[in-house]
């Protein structure tokens, strides 16, 4: 990636999504929504958006933004228009939530705050999905990392939809008889294309080309791959053409979710798989940390999946799917990010830094822009702080709860202090940190 070029945002959308996850992490340790209320509660959607949007779909914006361009060696196809979309997707989750917040009684406010929130919403999303989706066309026909992005790109469209419909019925703008059924029965559909589709497959597909690069080995199997693609699209159709539908006739809604299950299953199958052999032919024989750890993301995922059947095969699915949420949200999404943050943030920082001057001065390697024994206990605390939350969801525990999730948020104040020290050349070493004709980058934005 030498001489590639930096998108000047994207270490803006991880700085805002990390004080997102920060906030919602807050919020949970003080008791606020599930499991103190329900899962549908007001209280609860504020932290599901706070992560769901403000958290992951933020830092995988800015992350596409920088990568889909070296997935398909073509240039963004408008640069200029990732900081409206940062800009658009803050502003109207701001607003979203102040909605939310009037909703659950917290604040007085005017009725529009939920579909104005939305709206700013589609707006940012859909300078994202034009950005991303006009890179990828020029580029057809589309290499396989690509086309996990491109069926996430059409479940983002897909899920902010339901989004848009949501909030004028939540805030009462849309009324007759059919809206409480949508409401009802909609959620599973909004939450399948966004938590599976958009965020998860997307993250397959940036992950496999990531996690090739950094264990510097060679592309995966090319069969395993499309029946991940394939399968994984199949889950996604079932799942969104079947609910819908099913919401058409008011019936099978079950049947067509355990249909995408087990089509999903096939694909996290296919992919953990495919991902295993990365590993065992790469040529960089002792992982760095990032890599490890999202091995360690992927345990989580594979955990999510085993607990699934078991739930479905003894008939509490519905009474544990929180739980379930959450390990797939932090445990695998989250934790995956994490990792690859680890070695992003300081990647594009020695580009940025070194790469104008490599060849002509001595300059460190990517690995001394980090201190890994120091961030290998962080890592540590987070998974285990998420698995000891899932299981405190599983028990009915909810004090055990905010004392994991406390410990996860010590943990992401340790790696987010991590990230700045990279930014700052904090761990390189003194003769060469600045060497004749590097400049010290900016904290919050990247030179082009």
């Given at each position: ?262 089509a999903a299953l096939l694909s996290f199958a296919a992919y953990g798989r495919d991902v295993l052999g990365l590993y065992r032919t790469r040529k960089r024989r002792v992982l760095e940390l990032n890599t490890r750890m999202s091995l360690v993301g992927l345990a989580s995922l594979v955990a999510a999946a085993i607990l699934s059947v078991a739930f479905v095969a003894t008939g509490s699915f519905s ?63 987070f998974f285990a702080g998420s698995w000891a939350a899932t299981l405190m969801l599983l028990i009915e525990a909810p004090l055990g709860f905010r004392a994991a999730v406390a410990a996860m948020m010590l943990a992401t104040l340790g790696l987010s202090e991590k990230f700045t020290r990279a930014r700052r050349l904090a761990d390189v070493a003194e003769p060469m940190r600045l060497p004749t004709g ?11």
């Open positions: 990636m030498v001489g590639t070029s930096l998108c000047k945002w994207t270490i803006s959308y991880f700085a805002a999504a990390i004080a997102w996850l920060l906030l919602a992490e807050g919020l949970m340790v003080a008791g606020f929504g599930f499991p103190n209320h329900d899962i549908g509660d007001p209280d609860t959607l504020v932290i599901v958006h706070m992560v769901s949007i403000g958290w992951l779909s933020t830092v995988l914006c800015g992350a596409l933004f920088q990568f889909v361009p070296v997935l398909v060696a073509r240039p963004l196809y408008a640069e200029r228009w990732t900081l409206p979309a940062l800009a658009l997707l803050t502003l109207g989750l701001v607003v979203l939530l102040a909605g939310f917040l009037t909703l659950g009684g917290h604040l007085d406010g005017p009725r529009w705050l939920l579909p104005g929130g939305g709206g700013l919403l589609i707006a940012g999303f859909a300078l994202v999905v034009a950005n991303l989706g006009m890179t990828l066309w020029s580029a057809r026909p589309l290499p396989a990392p690509a086309r996990f992005v491109a069926g996430g790109l059409a479940c983002l469209c897909v899920t902010a939809a339901f989004g848009g419909l949501f909030s004028l019925v939540l805030s009462g703008t849309a009324t007759g008889a059919q809206w409480p059924d949508l409401l009802v029965s909609g959620v599973s559909i909004h939450a399948l294309a966004g938590l599976g589709g958009w965020l998860t497959f997307t993250a397959m597909g940036v992950s496999y080309r990531l996690l090739a690069m950094f264990m510097l080995a060679h592309d995966g199997d090319a069969r395993l791959g499309r029946l991940a693609l394939r399968a994984g699209i199949a889950a996604i159709a079932v799942g969104l053409v079947g609910g819908a539908l099913a919401l058409w006739r008011m019936t099978g809604l079950n049947l067509a979710l355990l249909l995408a299950g087990a009474s544990h799917v929180g739980a379930l949420v959450f390990l797939v949200a932090f445990g695998w999404l989250t934790g995956l990010v994490l990792a690859n943050l680890y070695k992003i943030v300081p990647f594009l920082t020695w580009l940025e830094t070194y790469g104008p001057v490599m060849g002509r001065v001595p300059t460190p390697r990517v690995q001394d822009l980090v201190a890994e024994r120091r961030a290998l206990k962080w890592f540590v605390v590097a400049a010290m980058p900016h904290l919050l934005v990247s030179r082009n």
